[in-house]
């Protein structure tokens, strides 16, 4: 069985490498030693991010930046699992983010504003935005790709009429809100020791993680929601409910999105205040994340740091080697092109195999 898994997870291995070789020659025409280039990434992705900086201040860095790509990816994960794309994983983590930071700012007591209830008030948020997308698709049959897609914008628009109204904080002229009630923030982890923002939303990633993973294994409904994705009609015949199933794994999946845009805003990630590019576009990449863990729990969480690793490591670049942070996206994008093109190199090892 684990040379099973081993072998699954070999297509995403050797794009790594393949990624990893075709960067390393680009640095090469720079006049960089690929090696070495490599060998400072790592080091500035788990250990220091410059010689002056803390013990493991690198680790953090990176462990900060994955965390919202496990809760995006692990998003992905939950749609693919029933037979769904779902691209609306920025819009979804916006939801959470601003639900979260509205209710933060509204009670700012320990009573109805404290971090539990403004995390639930994030994961209703998110598991009705993308329950939308869910209902479209179950009861009318609209792709849920465009859905999603439109649904991303929508959300925008109401993050930008928001900032710029009721979050808007009066007392700046940027565009943010004002600060979450104390009450409302996640802890940090080692912040004296590593001088970074990591906080307890990797935790409760990891824990995440491990729940989705027990979910899919031992749950009736994570069943239904596997069998779905392998045949709505067989699994209608066998007595479930395809539509019922595919709102669940939406709402479900939108939930994990709003969970990781709520850590955004309560982690400290822009000083607890919600802007207008606080959530990037973890979104969008949560799907490269969830590609490349092959919709395995354990394998996004790994892959997800292995991400921010490549972004913390090609900050350092720039800065030593004065290359320019591109090669990063390139590694990235090929990355998820060779992934993609995995029936290719089952192919090449079948054809091994049978020789």
């Known amino acids: 069985m684990i040379k099973n898994k081993i072998r699954d997870f070999l297509p995403s291995i050797i794009a790594v490498l393949i990624a990893l070789v075709i960067g390393g020659i680009i640095m090469i025409t720079k006049g960089v030693n690929p090696f070495m280039a490599y060998i400072d990434m790592m080091r500035a992705a788990f250990y220091q991010a410059s010689p002056r900086s803390p013990f493991f201040s690198g680790l953090a860095k990176t462990l900060f930046i994955a965390t919202p790509l496990i809760f995006s990816a692990l998003a992905a994960m939950v749609a693919f699992k029933a037979g769904l794309f779902n691209i609306g994983m920025q819009g979804q983590m916006i939801a959470g983010g601003l639900a979260a930071t509205f209710w933060a700012i509204t009670f700012k007591n320990y009573v109805f504003g404290n971090i539990f209830i403004v995390i639930i008030v994030a994961v209703i948020a998110g598991f009705l935005w993308a329950g939308i997308a869910g209902l479209l698709r179950a009861k009318f049959g609209v792709n849920e790709v465009i859905s999603t897609i439109m649904l991303n914008y929508i959300m925008i628009e109401i993050q930008n009429f928001m900032l710029n109204g009721i979050l808007k904080d009066p007392t700046t002229q940027n565009t943010q809100s004002p600060r979450v009630f104390e009450g409302a923030r996640l802890p940090l982890l080692f912040a004296k020791v590593t001088k970074q923002n990591l906080n307890f939303g990797f935790i409760i990633a990891v824990l995440l993680t491990i729940g989705l993973f027990f979910f899919f294994k031992y749950f009736k409904k994570g069943y239904e929601i596997k069998a ?79 991400y921010a690793a490549l972004e913390v490591g090609g900050q350092m670049l720039q800065q030593r080697y004065q290359i320019d942070k591109d090669i990063v996206f390139i590694v990235q994008a090929l990355i998820i092109i060779f992934v993609a093109s995995e029936n290719l190199f089952k192919f090449m090892l079948n054809k091994k195999k049978a020789a």
Do not use: H, W
């Not at 199933?245 to 982690?267: D, H, N, Q, S, Y």
């Not at 354990?298 to 892959?303: D, E, H, Q, R, Y």
């Open 228 to 306: 779905v994705g392998q045949s709505d009609t067989v699994s209608e015949n066998a007595g479930i409910n395809p539509k019922y199933i595919m709102f669940l794994a939406m709402g479900i999946a939108g939930a994990c999105a709003g969970l990781g845009g709520a850590e955004r805003v309560l982690g400290g990630a822009s000083e607890y205040t919600y802007t207008e590019l606080i959530m990037g576009d973890y979104g969008f990449t949560g799907l490269a994340v969830a590609l490349l863990g092959k919709n395995n729990p354990f394998g996004i969480l790994v892959a997800a740091i292995f």
